[in-house]
């Protein structure tokens, strides 16, 4: 049960992502969000909106995790391990708070898998 919940806070926050990389890049809220400049942010948007739907992969298999019950755990292995892999990538070449807000929760999530909670 709460490995599922930690599952779904996940998909959850990787869910918000996509929402700030495809809709809000351009944004006040995007800018404040991914720390960004308006001419900058304009100028990236399309690859924003890319990377937003890598992540918006990541909710879709999160959440096929969660609805095939028990017999979904590699699935959410495996994309709980891609989001942890993907934070530690971004937290060594973009911010240490991706660290925080991606790796974090995925490898509690992991954990919690893992000890069957």
Same mark, same amino acid.
């Given at each position: 049960m709460v490995a599922n919940i930690l599952v779904? *806070?996940?998909a959850l926050i990787? *869910?918000?992502i996509v929402c700030l990389e495809m809709v809000l890049?351009? %944004?006040p809220r995007g800018h404040? #969000?991914?720390g960004l400049k308006p001419d900058f942010a %304009? =100028? &990236?948007k399309v690859l924003a909106a890319n990377q937003g739907l890598y992540n918006g992969f990541l909710v879709a298999g999160l959440i096929w995790g969660l609805w095939l019950g028990?017999?979904?755990f590699q699935v959410k292995v495996f994309f709980l391990l891609c989001v942890a892999i993907a934070g530690l990538y971004? #937290? =060594?070449t973009? &911010?240490?708070k991706i660290l925080y807000i991606q790796t974090v929760p995925a490898a509690l999530a992991l954990a919690a898998l893992w000890l069957g909670w």
């Open positions: 779904g *806070l996940v990787h *869910l918000y890049w351009d %944004t404040k #969000a991914f %304009t =100028a &990236s028990e017999a979904g971004g #937290a =060594a973009v &911010s240490r």
